[in-house]
């Protein structure tokens, strides 16, 4: 099987492995424990805290760890509107937001609180001045992803966040698709919450991050014992927290190279189906984007029947088939990608254990595979 769609997860690292396997065999105590098992514990986790602060620019106490990128973006979001009913009950976002975060909002609505969706444009990015637009004095959280897990465009994070902050308004930015694809620095992005999950940069399923700035308080999500500083009670799950750290020294490690790398395939790779197919278009900005996500669309075809026709590859489609008929993705319709093109749209990611020539491979493979669509319509 030609792996094609690190977008949706990513394998776990040999070397994320390796640094958990003893936390699986022998290092089993309680970290809360006093005697030394425990406290051998207690200092891998910390370790692993520090490791994922230098990731993301942050200090040691603005991480808390948690389930999942989705349970961070439920502590972040539910907590920030909770922390601040009295001055007001409406938050923003926009309309390419992954369920973990439209969910939430969905939810929130049924406890009096509402929320308006800035439309993105074509290239799928959202208007600072659309944002500053749908502001208004009963807003107190903006909550917009940094990038799209489907067409890979980058928000101006920075700018929404200095408006935000400039009307006294909280700023949360689910970072769950850049976080080991491209620099993602709590300080520099200037946000208040960054939401983070394990399983997309090799790190193991089942653990995730709420980076949540120094000095900010919000209600817990869930209640119990004092662990996590008293923010997250539960008893640490250590196996995943130490792989969760070594995933993200790794990509501290290897980002400056990686990034670079990943550009130059993807870029391989679009071009190269450009050429065979000419009426094809690409979706998403062609600057601001993540380096290893291509999302393209093939006229007057089907996605999930080109994925029929190359069963060897794994890559994502735009509109999957459901007793209704087809139903093309929140975010392509958002974009306003016509219907001719959505259909036949798939999504390509690549990532660290991608190779030149696997990328040639899956040249050739998605080519035949759209040919053979092509012939039978």
Excluded at 326 to 353: C, K
Aim: overall charge negative; charged content about 20%.
């Amino acid at each position: 099987m030609l792996y094609l769609d690190y977008n949706a997860t990513t394998p776990v690292d040999s070397r994320v492995a390796d640094a958990m396997l003893p936390f699986l065999r022998d290092h089993f105590a309680n970290p809360s424990s006093n005697h030394t098992l425990g406290q051998a514990c207690r200092s891998a986790i910390d370790q692993a805290r520090l490791q994922v602060s230098q990731l993301l620019g942050a200090q040691p106490d603005e991480i808390i760890f948690t389930s999942s990128g989705t349970e961070a973006n439920n502590h972040a979001i539910i907590g920030a509107a909770l922390a601040n009913i009295k001055q007001g009950n409406h938050i923003v976002t926009c309309n390419v937001e992954h369920p973990a975060v439209t969910e939430v909002l969905r939810h929130l609505e049924t406890r009096g609180f509402s929320f308006t969706e800035v439309a993105v444009d074509s290239l799928g990015m959202v208007s600072v001045e659309d944002v500053a637009a749908a502001l208004t004095p009963e807003t107190t959280l903006v909550t917009i992803m940094l990038a799209n897990n489907e067409v890979g465009t980058l928000q101006p994070i920075s700018e929404i966040a200095r408006l935000a902050h400039s009307k006294g308004i909280l700023m949360h930015t689910d970072c769950a698709q850049a976080v080991g694809k491209i620099r993602v620095n709590l300080p520099e992005l200037g946000v208040d919450m960054i939401s983070v999950a394990g399983h997309k940069l090799y790190g193991p399923k089942g653990i995730g991050v709420l980076c949540l700035r120094r000095g900010l308080e919000l209600p817990n999500l869930l209640h119990g014992a004092k662990q996590e500083n008293g923010r997250r009670p539960g008893t640490e799950n250590i196996l995943e927290i130490v792989g969760l750290g070594e995933a993200c020294r790794l990509a501290q490690e290897d980002l400056a190279e990686e990034l670079p790398r990943l550009t130059g395939l993807r870029d391989h790779l679009e071009k190269s189906l450009l050429s065979f197919f000419p009426d094809a278009r690409v979706n998403g900005h062609p600057e601001m984007r993540l380096p290893n996500t291509l999302n393209i669309s093939f006229p007057d075809l089907r996605g999930d029947e080109i994925m029929a026709a190359m069963p060897d590859v794994a890559v994502s489609i735009g509109a999957a088939c459901h007793g209704g008929g087809p139903v093309i993705s929140r975010v392509l319709n958002s974009m306003g990608v016509p219907e001719r093109w959505a259909l036949g749209t798939l999504r390509i990611s690549l990532g660290r254990m991608t190779t030149p020539d696997e990328v040639d491979q899956g040249i050739e493979e998605i080519s035949r595979a759209v040919k053979t669509v092509q012939k039978r319509s």
